[in-house]
């Protein structure tokens, strides 16, 4: 298998993508958005303003997906998820981690953090509001625990994208979740394969019969992930 290091020169052009200025405006130019696509945007953000609660402790936030924002916010929220895990695990390392493993972990810390920012960049005034994270179900002082929530996590974010892929009407934001869940994807082959070698694509994650990646719908991926959230998550127009 190759490593993250080896898959660097792939990596790059999406990092640049999603780290580099990470403006409204950059986000527009890379997605080629015309006329009718920053239409879509502003309207977005308009009718959006008035139904994404604002995270306070009272109501949570509200993925509406009523239209992409919906899509787009639940990907941010997921993002939020896995870029607050891998900033714990590198600033945190688990006792007796290789040099190799933490600078693999900490590759993977700035892409969910640039997947993140890229998020919550493009969405503008319509991002939800950042989460509350509960890891307290994790020791993150343990090997074990760390790759058994870092494959349950990249798992559960591959087959995530899958199954919202769907739902996406816009093919640049499409082309965008593509190029995101193959990141994604690489991640959680590393991971499995760190845990057990030869298991990146396994019966887990790929279906015996087609020979596709396992999908999941929105709800069921939240019912995992609100394990780990302290902010409470509404789902409206699903």
């Given at each position: 298998?190759?490593?993250?290091?080896?898959?660097?020169?792939?990596?790059?052009?999406?990092?640049?993508?999603?780290?580099?200025?990470?403006?409204?405006?950059?986000?527009?130019?890379?997605?080629?958005?015309?006329?009718?696509?920053?239409?879509?945007?502003?309207?977005?953000?308009?009718?959006?303003?008035?139904?994404?609660?604002?995270?306070?402790?009272?109501?949570?936030?509200?993925?509406?997906?009523?239209?992409?924002?919906?899509?787009?916010?639940?990907?941010?929220?997921?993002?939020?998820?896995?870029?607050?895990?891998?900033?714990?695990?590198?600033?945190?390392?688990?006792?007796?981690?290789?040099?190799?493993?933490?600078?693999?972990?900490?590759?993977?810390?700035?892409?969910?953090?640039?997947?993140?920012?890229?998020f919550k960049n493009a969405l503008g005034t319509s991002a939800i509001a950042?989460?509350?994270?509960?890891?307290?179900?994790?020791?993150?002082?343990?090997?074990?625990?760390?790759?058994?929530?870092?494959?349950?996590?990249?798992?559960?974010?591959?087959?995530?994208?899958?199954?919202?892929?769907?739902?996406?009407?816009?093919?640049?934001?499409?082309?965008?979740?593509?190029?995101?869940?193959?990141?994604?994807?690489?991640?959680?082959?590393?991971?499995?394969?760190?845990?057990?070698?030869?298991?990146?694509?396994?019966?887990?994650?790929?279906?015996?019969?087609?020979?596709?990646?396992?999908?999941?719908?929105?709800?069921?991926?939240?019912?995992?992930?609100?394990?780990?959230?302290?902010?409470?998550?509404?789902?409206?127009?699903?």
């Amino acid at each position: 298998m190759k490593n993250l290091h080896d898959e660097k020169e792939v990596l790059q052009e999406e990092r640049s993508i999603l780290t580099a200025p990470l403006q409204r405006r950059s986000f527009l130019q890379f997605a080629g958005a015309g006329a009718a696509g920053i239409a879509l945007i502003a309207a977005g953000c308009k009718k959006d303003k008035n139904i994404i609660d604002n995270g306070g402790s009272m109501g949570g936030v509200t993925l509406d997906f009523k239209d992409d924002f919906g899509v787009l916010n639940y990907a941010y929220a997921l993002e939020q998820l896995e870029a607050a895990f891998y900033i714990q695990v590198a600033a945190t390392p688990y006792a007796n981690i290789s040099a190799a493993e933490l600078a693999y972990f900490k590759d993977i810390q700035f892409h969910e953090i640039a997947h993140r920012e890229f998020f919550k960049n493009a969405l503008g005034t319509s991002a939800i509001a950042g989460l509350e994270v509960d890891f307290s179900k994790i020791n993150f002082a343990d090997r074990t625990s760390v790759l058994g929530t870092a494959k349950a996590f990249e798992d559960l974010g591959v087959s995530a994208y899958n199954g919202a892929g769907k739902l996406l009407k816009s093919t640049t934001y499409l082309t965008l979740a593509g190029k995101i869940v193959s990141v994604e994807a690489r991640h959680a082959a590393y991971i499995r394969e760190l845990i057990s070698p030869n298991s990146f694509s396994n019966v887990e994650v790929v279906d015996a019969v087609n020979g596709l990646e396992t999908s999941r719908d929105p709800k069921a991926v939240l019912a995992i992930a609100g394990g780990f959230v302290k902010t409470k998550i509404n789902v409206i127009n699903l």
